[in-house]
């Protein structure tokens, strides 16, 4: 089956520092990639959609100049959180899909703690 | 804008019991269901897809029906396993929007 990976499984990093997550599709072209969050005892909340060589597209009340967003392969999207704070800390997943977008491929995750 | 509620957020059973976990969507215009299991930390593991016009899908010993026109799924687990515990997301895929909405989850514990 298909398969996603990201990196880092876990960061921990200061407050106002800037950390990058990858999420890779190892063994199919990812057309479209999507970024979730979750807050402990939440639902995964979708953050955005991103398709290779385009601009994410951001759902409401997620800041795109705080989360910025790289889809510049077929099998790699980075989610950038700049100028970390504490409110930040959670869990984010992305998920890929290929051409036929029918089904999302999930990544195992990253925790992400800021201090 | 698609609401997706589950119910009961929390569930302890012995072990070898039969369960039922219910999900429930606002919007019927869907393009498929799916239920996920989630390990404490962990990613999502998909465990069965239903498209809109299937009624059920089985998988060992799960099964996940779906009534789309009522807008409730049902996710059995028959002769539960300690190794079951984890908590349960429904999602629903948007018709056209392929996009999926979450509920909170079921957070199951089975007691050996």
């Known amino acids: 089956g298909a398969v996603v990976s990201q990196h880092p499984s876990r960061v921990i990093c200061k407050s106002g520092t800037s950390v990058k997550i990858e999420c890779r599709s190892l063994d199919f072209q990812a057309t479209t990639m999507f970024w979730y969050r979750q807050f402990p005892k939440q639902s995964l909340m979708l953050m955005a959609t991103s398709n290779e060589g385009s601009k994410a597209t951001y759902e409401q009340g997620v800041e795109k100049d705080k989360f910025l967003i790289n889809h510049a392969s077929l099998t790699l999207s980075t989610l950038t959180v700049t100028s970390a704070h504490p409110e930040d800390s959670s869990f984010y997943i992305c998920?890929?899909?290929?051409?036929?977008?029918?089904?999302?491929?999930f990544g195992p995750g990253t925790r992400l703690l800021v201090l | 804008k698609q609401e997706v509620t589950q119910i009961p957020a929390a569930l302890s059973v012995p072990e070898g019991e039969n369960l039922v976990l219910n999900c429930s969507f606002t919007d019927s215009a869907i393009y498929n269901l799916q239920w996920f299991r989630q390990d404490p930390g962990k990613g999502l593991t998909s465990l069965l897809l239903i498209q809109s016009s299937q009624r059920e899908q089985t998988s060992g010993r799960l099964n996940a029906s779906l009534d789309k026109s009522s807008g409730r799924s049902t996710l059995y687990i028959a002769a539960s396993q300690p190794g079951d515990s984890a908590t349960y997301l429904c999602a629903v895929t948007g018709a056209g929007s392929y996009q999926l909405t979450f509920g909170k989850g079921t957070k199951l514990s089975v007691i050996p």
């Open positions: 998920s890929a899909a290929d051409r036929g977008q029918e089904t999302q491929y």
